[in-house]
């Protein structure tokens, strides 16, 4: 594998021995400190990452595909479609962490508009007994103690074969209190992973792995600031659980001289709900959306062929195809007190219960793509890489006999069976020119394509309420962005001093936005208009001495709709020269490590973070189907967020005293908006409170 200052490309790495120095546990822990991107949850286990300004939805039910895919291995966890969960992995025992930012369309596939986040597990060991542990204790300010434990353990099996088993729990305290429940948004998970791998000799190996977590939060983070700081009410839990388990067997089959063939077999299925109080209906109650067991199974299966010749050509090729299935238990919207509201108005027998509106339904996915990618180095200073990926997608909704209840009518009616099908086959490419005057300075330039596929609207149709207004088409479009890049990688001063820069511009066409019919507010996924984003990126690395390294990111962007037809905004709400939700002008991080050798066999490591991201909008600035400013458009908060350490070191011992959130910043880092479909008022997401804790790794 090449070091990431000798890729044309934007990449940030982060080993697991820096993981574990910095006692990283998630990935939000890592994202902050890499220029451009930034990461929002609304409610725990679903996070949204956004990369250089590339997305339109930073709430939690986005219904077209992410724009930033994120991967586990070989496999992506992010959904095809309306993805109401992304698993939130925990860090341990992990082999590196990689952020690809930019477009990355040719070798990973659709939903990488604006980048790629990929974590690598570790991998058992030949003929080696090892393993660590750790626990990690502290107390997290309005909320109590925390705890964490995680370990692993590696076994040779033989000459030829290892088991490596990973294990952690977490007891995570709420700090948002709501009293009319009784809850709090505190979080239980745990989890583990099991890979066996079997080497017979130098061309083959073997590798089979299995991966579970379980996470079950009490409540939901969003809290209403009218009630008081962190306190939220509902009348229900608005937690989000996730149960994901993956299963993965990869072959391996070195040619010697020619190529690695690669088979990745992977099976994925996830467990979530979707449960929040959708507002109220004035004069009748609360509106409750509740969805239980919401179960997606996902296949992929790739194979890929590598290149492993010493001539002027290294290239890859490879065959993927994904499938998945996402099924709905019963979907319910109750309208709390619907049932004694009717016998009051019209006399009982009507309705027996306070189901406002009840279905089943079931979407599916299909992709099939193949791509290749080939470099040319045609001296030691000049390459020339360009790559072709080529895939064909097809998705389905289909939506069993339901259940609703007519105010017009002021009955029940039969919403009838349908099912919706949309299909699409396109290309990304890229093409990056670099050139190197030695290992130490590296230049280039690339022009590369992402896409985010069409798919199908389940509300299509026209409006039965008004005939006259917009007529829903069953599929939307693709959106595709074309990315212009010009970078340096330089390493001076006899490598202690490292300098990374990016210049950018992305070019985003028929951007997939969230669109309203007025006349039956019936939601649909529309294209509306066009956006650039624009940006630089810097990054200063500084080993002054042997015991000091410093690092530094700057991120100056500006996302923005660029092109935007009247219609198309009316839809939307997007108006032109609206910032991109979650795109903020700027951001910044300032890491610094000073290692005391002392006199006694234990050394003193002192670590600094700080990361600072700028205000961003919430969503865009009209409302949708009104023309009018939308009541729900904030600026979310910029921020500062600041860690600090001291560890002792020892062999295979090292004891941190840490602290998160030094400084207890509890700027509104983002405020969903006080919706109509929302939790009332419950619409403000905070850092975690500062934690003052104790850690503890031993390795043997």
């Known amino acids: 594998e090449q070091h990431p200052n000798h890729i044309s490309a934007s990449l940030g790495v982060i080993s697991n021995e820096e993981i574990m120095l910095q006692g990283l546990d998630v990935i939000e822990d890592y994202s902050r400190s890499q220029p451009g991107v930034a990461l929002f949850q609304p409610v725990k286990n679903r ?28 496999m992506p966890v992010t ?33 990488t508009l604006g980048g790629l986040v ?12 090892e393993g660590s542990v750790r626990a990690d204790w502290s107390d997290v300010d309005h909320a109590g103690f925390r705890q964490r434990y995680d370990a692993m353990v590696n076994i040779p099996l033989g000459e030829t074969a290892a088991l490596r088993a990973v294990a952690y729990i977490r007891d995570e305290p709420g700090w948002v209190k709501n009293p009319a429940l009784g809850t709090e ?9 099991m890979t066996l791998l079997w080497e017979p000799n130098e061309r083959f190996r073997g590798k089979i792995e299995y991966m579970h977590q379980y996470s079950d939060p009490e409540d939901a983070d969003t809290w209403d600031p009218d009630l008081g700081k962190f306190l939220r009410s509902a009348v229900i839990t608005e937690e989000r659980k996730s149960i994901f388990s993956q299963f993965n067997v990869t072959l391996e089959y070195d040619f010697e001289d020619f190529a690695t063939l690669t088979s990745s077999t992977n099976f994925q299925k996830t467990k979530s709900n979707w449960i929040t109080q959708a507002g109220e209906i004035p004069g009748i109650g609360p509106l409750l959306n509740l969805t239980e067991d919401y179960d997606t199974d996902y296949f992929a299966q790739e194979f890929r062929l ?5 001539g002027p050509l290294d290239w890859v090729a490879g065959l993927v195809y994904m499938d998945s299935e996402t099924k709905d238990s019963p979907f319910s919207f109750i309208l709390v007190g619907l049932q004694d509201f009717v016998d009051g108005v019209a006399g009982p027998g009507i309705i027996d219960n306070d189901v406002f509106f009840y279905s089943v339904s079931t979407t599916k996915s299909q992709e099939l793509a193949g791509y290749g990618d080939v470099t040319w180095n045609f001296n030691d200073n000049w390459s020339l890489a360009a790559g072709l990926r080529i895939f064909k997608f097809k998705s389905s909704y289909a939506a069993d ?26 290309s990304t490419w890229r093409t990056v020119l670099s050139y190197r005057t030695d290992e130490q300075q590296l230049f280039y330039g690339s022009v590369s394509t992402g896409y985010r596929v069409g798919q199908v609207n389940p509300n299509f149709g026209p409006s039965f309420v008004d005939p006259e207004d917009v007529f829903i088409e069953a599929a939307y479009d693709p959106d595709k962005t074309l990315n212009f890049e010009l970078g340096t990688k330089l390493l001076l001063m006899d490598d202690r001093l490292q300098f990374n820069a990016a210049l950018y511009y992305i070019d985003w066409t028929d951007v997939q936005m969230d669109a309203l019919r007025q006349s039956d507010e019936r939601n649909f996924i529309a294209n509306a208009g066009d956006a650039v984003s624009k940006g630089l990126e810097l990054e200063l690395v500084a080993v002054p001495t042997t015991n000091l390294d410093m690092r530094l990111t700057l991120s100056f962007q500006d996302s923005k709709i660029d092109e935007i037809s009247p219609e198309q905004s009316f839809l939307s709400g997007a108006v032109e020269g609206d910032t991109m939700p979650g795109a903020a002008d700027f951001l910044a991080s300032f890491d610094l490590n000073y290692l005391w050798e002392l006199s006694s066999p234990w050394d003193l490591l002192g670590q600094l973070g700080v990361q600072y991201v700028g205000d961003s909008p919430n969503r865009f ?10 009541p729900d458009f904030a600026i979310n908060d910029s921020y500062t967020n600041v860690n600090a350490s001291l560890s002792l070191l020892k062999d295979q011992w090292m004891i941190s005293l840490y602290a998160q959130n030094l400084t207890n910043n509890d700027n509104i880092i983002l405020n969903t908006g006080a919706m109509v479909l929302a ?5 403000y997401v905070t850092l975690r409170p500062r934690a003052i804790g104790l850690r503890v790794n031993y390795s043997f």
């Open 47 to 74: 996070s949204t990452f956004t990369i250089r300004g590339i997305n339109t939805d930073i709430g939690e039910t986005q219904l077209t595909q992410e724009t930033v895919a994120v991967y586990i291995n070989d």
């Open 185 to 193: 948004n505190s979080n239980d998970d745990w989890g583990g992973r």
């Open 306 to 310: 590598v290149s492993n010749t010493d």
């Open 118 to 129: 990929r974590v690598i597990t570790r991998q058992p060991v030949l003929n080696e007994f």
């Open 401 to 426: 006999e339901g259940y609703a209840f007519d105010f017009a009518s002021f009955g029940p009616v039969t919403v009838p069976a349908f099912k919706n099908e949309a299909d699409d086959t396109s």
């Open 679 to 683: 939790s009332g008022a419950n619409r």
């Open 79 to 111: 959904q095809p479609y309306a993805a109401l969960v992304q698993v939130d992995m925990r860090l341990y025992d992990v082999e590196r962490i990689e952020i690809l930012r930019g477009p990355q369309g040719t070798l990973f596939g659709s939903g």
């Open 621 to 630: 600035s009209n409302g949708t189907a009104t023309g009018e400013p939308n």
